[in-house]
């Protein structure tokens, strides 16, 4: 039988700790929809109902936001939400491939599967707040960052324009109605 030292166990704790807070996150959201609506997942019927969200699939999610890019029924959709969303989706995808090698196979593994989860439901509104909160997202950038200086100011200007960008669509355009 193999033995582990007390600095592995203490490393495997802590991981198990650092998921144990995102489950606790879940669970205190459960438990505040349970005490509110009586069932913990009403907001599952909710984001059906009011927006249309439901499991779909990744290519689904990919032809009708591409579609709404060039033929949307809104217009503003068009530039308040699936061309931002396009890009974003492109752009993180584009960052987990190209740090596949240098990134922590943990954060690589976490990154394909949120991605995944984040992508599928149909009618993503919220696509591109949902993948720039990745958080394994900013440890790729900082391994792409390592290797490539231009990359870095490429990143940090695109990010720039969508903040100034997001900022232009909501408060003066008011695409938030």
């Known amino acids: 039988?193999?033995?582990?030292?007390?600095g592995y166990a203490k490393a495997v704790?802590?991981?198990f700790l650092i998921c144990l807070m995102i489950l606790s996150g879940l669970f205190a959201y459960l438990v505040i929809n349970k005490a509110?609506?009586?069932?913990?997942?009403t907001f599952l019927k909710y984001q059906k109902e009011h927006w249309g969200q439901q499991t779909g699939t990744l290519f689904k999610t990919a032809e009708y936001t591409i579609r709404y890019v060039f033929y949307p029924f809104i217009e503003w959709y068009r530039t308040g939400i699936y061309l931002p969303q396009s890009v974003i989706i492109a752009f993180v995808?584009?960052?987990?491939?190209?740090?596949?090698?240098?990134?922590?196979?943990?954060?690589?593994?976490?990154?394909?599967?949120y991605c995944y989860v984040?992508?599928?439901?149909?009618?993503?509104?919220?696509?591109t707040?949902?993948?720039?909160?990745?958080?394994?997202?900013?440890?790729?950038?900082?391994?792409?960052?390592?290797?490539?200086?231009?990359?870095?100011?490429?990143?940090?200007?695109?990010?720039?324009?969508?903040f100034i960008y997001g900022t232009?669509?909501?408060?003066v355009k008011a695409t938030f109605l």
């Open 36 to 41: 509110v609506t009586g069932s913990a997942f």
């Open 93 to 113: 995808l584009f960052v987990m491939l190209m740090s596949m090698r240098k990134a922590h196979p943990g954060d690589l593994a976490y990154g394909v599967v």
């Open 1 to 6: 039988m193999k033995k582990y030292s007390a």
């Open 13 to 15: 704790l802590k991981c």
């Open 118 to 127: 984040t992508i599928i439901p149909t009618m993503l509104l919220s696509g």
């Open 168 to 171: 232009y669509m909501y408060a």
């Open 129 to 162: 707040r949902y993948l720039c909160a990745m958080y394994c997202l900013y440890p790729m950038l900082a391994v792409l960052w390592k290797r490539n200086v231009l990359l870095k100011a490429a990143v940090f200007i695109v990010w720039t324009v969508f």
